[in-house]
């Protein structure tokens, strides 16, 4: 029992470690968006404000590269799930001997570096534009075509991979019965395998989406002029943080946590209708209408829209402007303890005893800076070696 027990506190408590490491980080980075600090901090606080996220709106490179990201991975899109679909397929169908080799190659670009991926796509299509003449304003040399190719690459074997997972549960006698009742290979694709691969086809295709949106390694070398949203951020991280940062990664963790909330009240919500139970609990009007996807779709809906108003609408400009205050006093006391201390003496030193000899004896006090009284004067100069040769009034000419 007390070994029963002390697993218990002891797997408790490095579930709680674990947590803590996994989301610690985005735990602070969402707190220090909110802080009005210039720097990325939770100590110590300064205002509570939101002037990050408007920090965002107004970064047009920030938007140009979330925009040209989000074209780059629907193109992703489009060319890696077909691709992926028809590798499964392929080898779903072949001999055990030849699938081994075929899935070797297949797999062979999640294995390969990024960085060796998106210069031998740069290097490729730069050989293939010279040896046909093509301009650099082509789509050999275009960016955006390149990182889409690049990306393309490693992404349709992550989307193979999730489409032969699924294939694995397929009963292939349905598209023989299929053929066998007339239908031909079109159809049976079409009308029995189709909608089998309809939930693999949407997860490989976000799963497709996301890794063309965070992937930084191959796009840094294809994208070549233009700029993605991973490289613009790349490209802060290098100048310096700042909570815009944060605020960054506050967006995209409330869009991750949307989209999770209503696929898995989606899905439960199915599952619930999909199993019979004797008294169900949405037979329930109120828990019916509670646990609607429709329901719950308004109701995050209407938290982010709520988080939207408040960030557009929240001012911490009179905070910021006491805090400001506060500095600039302690700043002006700090000022004035350093000019109260005598001009000769450094801080954290004691004045010397009146009449105690100098360390450098005497040589930079003031009163040697004047003429001695013995100094010769103008009249009293010696004679110059040459004669007065020299002397101004003897550069003038004779009469």
């Excluded at 901090?41 to 990201?69: M, Q, Y």
């Excluded at 100098?358 to 009249?379: C, H, M, R, Y």
Aim: charged content about 15%; some cysteine.
């Amino acid at each position: 029992m007390n070994a029963t027990r002390s697993f218990g506190t002891s797997g408790a408590l490095y579930l709680i470690l674990f947590f803590l490491y996994l989301f610690g980080p985005l735990l602070v980075m969402v707190i220090t968006a909110f802080n009005s600090s210039g720097f990325p901090r939770i100590s110590p606080w300064d205002c509570l404000t939101a002037d990050w996220f408007h920090k965002l709106i107004v970064d047009e490179k920030l938007l140009v590269g979330l925009g040209n990201s989000v074209i780059i991975g629907v193109g992703v899109v489009l060319i890696a799930v077909p691709i992926g679909l028809a590798a499964a397929m392929v080898l779903s169908q072949v001999g055990p001997n030849l699938r081994s080799a075929m899935y070797a190659v297949f797999i062979a670009p999640i294995l390969m570096p990024g960085v060796v991926i998106g210069l031998s796509t740069l290097i490729f299509w730069d050989r293939l534009g010279t040896a046909f003449g093509a301009a650099y304003d082509t789509l050999f040399y275009d960016g955006m075509f390149l990182t889409v190719v690049g990306q393309v690459t490693f992404i349709s074997a992550y989307s193979m991979l999730v489409f032969l997972s699924r294939l694995q549960r397929f009963d292939a006698t349905l598209t023989e019965a299929a053929l066998d009742m007339g239908a031909s290979q079109t159809q049976a694709f079409v009308k029995v395998l189709l909608p089998f691969m309809m939930p693999a086809i949407l997860s490989a295709s976000v799963l497709a989406f996301l890794a063309s949106m965070e992937n930084y390694n191959t796009t840094v070398f294809t994208i070549v002029a233009d700029s993605t949203f991973t490289t613009v951020l790349a490209q802060k991280v290098r100048y310096g943080l700042d909570p815009s940062i944060s605020a960054v990664a506050v967006i995209i963790v409330g869009f991750t946590l949307v989209g999770a909330i209503i696929f898995e009240n989606a899905k439960r919500y199915q599952s619930m209708k999909d199993v019979k139970m004797p008294v169900s609990p949405l037979e329930r009007p109120v828990v019916r209408l509670a646990t609607h996807p429709l329901s719950v779709i308004a109701i995050v809906l209407a938290l982010c829209a709520g988080a939207v108003s408040w960030v557009t609408s929240y001012d911490s400009s009179a905070c910021q402007a006491n805090i400001d205050k506060i500095k600039r006093a302690y700043q002006e006391e700090q000022e004035q303890r350093q000019r109260s201390v005598p001009g000769d003496v450094q801080p954290g030193t004691e004045p010397a005893a009146p009449g105690a000899a100098k360390p450098n004896g005497g040589i930079f006090s003031p009163g040697n800076l004047a003429p001695a009284d013995n100094a010769p004067t103008v009249e009293e100069k010696p004679a110059s070696p040459f004669g007065g040769v020299f002397a101004p009034g003897n550069l003038t000419g004779n009469n």
